[in-house]
């Protein structure tokens, strides 16, 4: 247990709708940092926070957006949702920011669009 | 452009055998390395990372990595293969807030 949780685990909508994922870091992690992993795209970041604060962005599209609360939970929000969204997102957590941060991963959430 | 590449989607090895996983990364410096480890339906696992130094890095469950500049690459291995080293791993590289990961080598043990 990395100590990192998401929810919902699984998630099943429909095209065209909007889902927010949930994420809690480790216990007095600052950062929090989002991937999706698809059979088509491979694993790939999409966004990184710390303290509230975006600090880094990969390959995000503009109808996803995420934040991070006082309390540094994080949620992403997926819009317009389309098949190619069906993926497994993972949520993942550091102390501090930057390469030399160790990330811990959450257990994911596997979103199916239909 | 920066990329990362494991050559093999999936290697079989038995049980008790040595294993060798390849990465090889495309940057302009050397970044920062990693690999983890996915067992099924789970999250990832840090398995090792490299920053510089010793070119030899020691990680948990009794695996290694090489770090060699002149092939630009970052191999795991491990001396004996268990039944529960079964899984993905995946190689991955950061550089300037950017996490790169290689589309992973899938480990099946043979018993």
């Known amino acids: 247990d990395s100590g990192v949780t998401q929810t919902p685990k699984h998630l099943i909508t429909a095209t065209g709708q909007r889902v927010t994922l949930r994420c809690s870091p480790r216990?007095?992690?600052?950062?929090v940092y989002w991937y999706q992993q698809s059979l088509d795209q491979g694993l790939q970041f999409l966004i990184q926070y710390y303290n509230g604060e975006e600090r880094a962005k990969g390959n995000i599209l503009e109808r996803f957006s995420a934040q991070q609360f006082p309390d540094l939970h994080s949620e992403l929000n997926l819009s317009s949702l389309e098949l190619g969204d069906s993926a497994l997102y993972f949520c993942?957590?550091?102390?501090?920011?930057?390469?030399?941060?160790?990330?811990?991963f959450g257990p994911g959430t596997r979103l199916t669009v239909t | 452009a920066q990329s990362v590449t494991q050559p093999d989607i999936h290697i079989t090895v038995s049980e008790g055998a040595s294993l060798e996983l390849r990465c090889n990364y495309s940057y302009g410096a050397t970044p920062y390395l990693f690999w983890y480890v996915q067992s099924p339906g789970q999250g990832l696992q840090l398995l090792l990372k490299y920053f510089s130094g010793d070119t030899l890095v020691q990680g948990i469950k009794g695996f290694e990595a090489e770090f060699k500049r002149s092939q630009s690459s970052f191999n795991l291995r491990k001396p004996s293969v268990h039944w529960s080293d079964a899984a993905e791993y995946f190689c991955a590289a950061h550089n300037n807030n950017d996490m790169r990961f290689g589309a992973g080598t899938r480990l099946t043990v043979k018993p």
């Open positions: 216990s007095g992690d600052l950062s």
């Open positions: 993942a957590s550091s102390e501090a920011s930057g390469g030399l941060a160790e990330q811990y």
